[in-house]
């Protein structure tokens, strides 16, 4: 077939079995856009209010359906709105192609209207950028590009397509796909080794990351940790990696996680990490990180190696082939001794009772009980984002959709939408607070347009509250900036977008408006008041170990 260059990508969409795009058009992608109408048919376009959102879209598409997420902007300020979802992205390792238009090839470089070298700008943001200077390279370009984003370590691609590339034309062969190449297991002795430190371990400990999710090996770890009678601990991006209700989850590791996880991390003389990398918000201070243990890493990014923690063994590879291959091969061993320490820590770490006021947690474990935890749950950045992973027990994987290395405010909303999208039929709640919800709250018409059951919970304490709370502990409450006594009506403002909007200020209440919401098949906001000073507790002060975590303000004391 003889086709132009933009019926050209839409045929390799289809080839990569992409039937969902987010985007927002313009004129250096008009002639792909007139080609998604041509294949309306096929491709379901969905048009957001703001390219961020197209982005955030697309990756919360990635993360709740495993799938390569597309988003497609123009040239300029189209593409360089698109910059913080692919940063995004990135950060969390999530498959995403996103394709950009851009001036003609005679215009590139000479400041042309709405022109930006954004291959410069997302070169340290994506796995890999093209851009297209001949429309017989294009195809080839996008399967290499869906390649790359799935393959291995997972991450954004971007494709920048000259205006005039979508015009030309040239012969078009279909071709079939092949499924992502799984790098090949390791050699044995690697195995080997890794076996025997297991094995001679007496208080082996488990720190799961978002790489698991990533390999679909859940079910790999679940056996792992049985087999081995190791308590588990999971980074944010881990969450349902390994199901929060089994007696052997300690819970959250890091800067914000439980008493009993940092505690097991500091004693234990093994600790497995396992599709992790060792952030700063996970590891805290580096030289009393697991002071007594050695360290066996499986990860399939080698680059993540001894990068900020030295590894006694480590293994490179897919992680649901080397766990398969390493639960194959092990040997029961009675470790009840240490399983007995670590589960009196946990024990002693319930938190207290929520008293009659409105808290977090108690929204949060009502979501849980209404939904019996079958909901997806995205989330913004900050107090409520922290609270959503101590407070809800996320058993499945792909079940918490949220920005971890990035840490990106304005987040949820737009992975919401992709995540509803990616899977009609499971409810989609997206925990915010008022200053993350502000800045892409746009993306409620977005909602409202395509009929998207997803509920907006908002944390409203009317601050920017995790600086608020570091300004508080750190900063003698001097709180510059932080403070949001804005005269917005977030019912109002739903309602304005065609949402039905709930302001909920009593404990009473709660049940109550969660099940209105949850029976309408429709977007909702509901705004939650609650205290401007509730902290997330426990907390590792900076500069401080893992062992030095506390649980109130009375620790600083």
């Known amino acids: 077939m003889r086709l132009t260059g933009a019926d050209i990508l839409v045929e390799c969409l289809l080839e990569q079995g992409v039937d969902t795009i987010f985007g927002f058009p313009g004129g250096a992608v008009l002639n792909i856009y007139d080609s998604l109408y041509k294949y309306k048919d096929r491709i379901k376009h969905y048009l957001t209010s703001h390219e961020q959102g197209a982005a955030h879209a697309a990756d919360g598409y990635a993360r709740a359906s495993g799938k390569v997420g597309v988003c497609l902007a123009t040239s300029g300020p189209g593409a360089t709105n698109l910059v913080t979802g692919i940063a995004t992205a990135y950060m969390d390792s999530v498959p995403m192609v996103a394709i950009t238009g851009n001036v003609a090839l005679n215009l590139i470089g000479k400041d042309s209207f709405q022109e930006v070298d954004i291959t410069g700008i997302t070169m340290p943001i994506t796995k890999h950028n093209f851009m297209v200077k001949r429309v017989e390279d294009l195809a080839d370009i996008v399967r290499r590009a869906f390649q ?68 679909e090996a859940a079910d790999e770890l679940l056996e792992l940790a049985v087999k081995i009678n190791a308590p588990v601990t999971l980074s944010l991006m881990g969450m349902g990696a390994f199901p929060a209700t089994h007696e052997l989850y300690t819970g959250m590791i890091g800067m914000h996680g439980t008493k009993a996880s940092n505690l097991a991390v500091t004693q234990c003389d093994l600790l497995i990490a396992i599709g992790a990398r060792f952030s700063d918000r996970v590891v805290s201070k580096l030289d009393r990180f697991a002071p007594k243990a050695k360290i066996l890493h499986i990860d399939i990014d080698e680059a993540e190696v001894n990068k900020n923690v030295q590894a006694a063994h480590y293994i490179v590879g897919d992680v649901k082939a080397v766990l398969t291959k390493i639960n194959h091969e092990l040997k029961p061993k009675d470790r009840s001794e240490w399983l007995s320490h670590v589960m009196a820590l946990k024990a002693k770490q319930q938190p207290p009772g929520n008293g009659g006021e409105l808290t977090p947690r108690y929204i949060l474990e009502k979501i849980y009980e209404l939904t019996g935890g079958e909901a997806i749950i995205a989330t913004e950045v900050g107090q409520h984002q ?44 997206n925990i915010a607070g008022d200053g993350s919800f502000r800045m892409n709250l746009n993306e409620l018409a977005t909602a409202v ?39 917005t009506d977030f019912v109002k403002v739903a309602e304005a977008f065609g949402a039905v909007g709930f302001n909920l200020a009593a404990r009473e209440d709660v049940e109550k408006v969660l099940k209105e919401a949850l029976a309408l098949n429709r977007t909702v906001v509901i705004n939650c008041e609650i205290d401007r000073d509730h902290k997330v507790w426990p907390m590792v002060p900076p500069g401080a170990a893992l062992e030095d975590v506390i649980v109130d303000e009375s620790d600083l004391l």
């Open 449 to 487: 347009e395509y009929n998207l059951p997803v509920i907006v919970v908002i944390m409203n304490n009317h601050a920017l509250g995790m600086v608020r709370q570091w300004q508080s502990l750190f900063y003698d409450r001097r709180y510059s900036q932080t403070t949001l006594d804005r005269q």
């Open 148 to 215: 790359i984003a799935q393959q291995g370590r997972p991450g954004p691609v971007l494709i920048d397509i000259p205006k005039d590339i979508t015009v030309h034309e040239c012969e078009y062969e279909r071709r079939a796909i092949s499924p992502p190449k799984i790098d090949a297991l390791v050699a044995n002795g690697a195995i080997e080794e890794a076996l025997a430190l297991i094995h001679n371990a007496e208080k082996p400990m488990i720190y799961a990351g978002g790489g698991v999710i990533a390999a």
């Open 386 to 429: 922290i609270w959503t992973a101590q407070h809800y027990k996320f058993t499945k994987p792909r079940s918490l959709i949220t920005s971890g290395g990035l840490g990106t405010m304005g987040f949820g909303l737009g992975a919401s939408i992709g995540a509803s999208i990616a899977c009609p039929g499971k409810r989609v709640i």
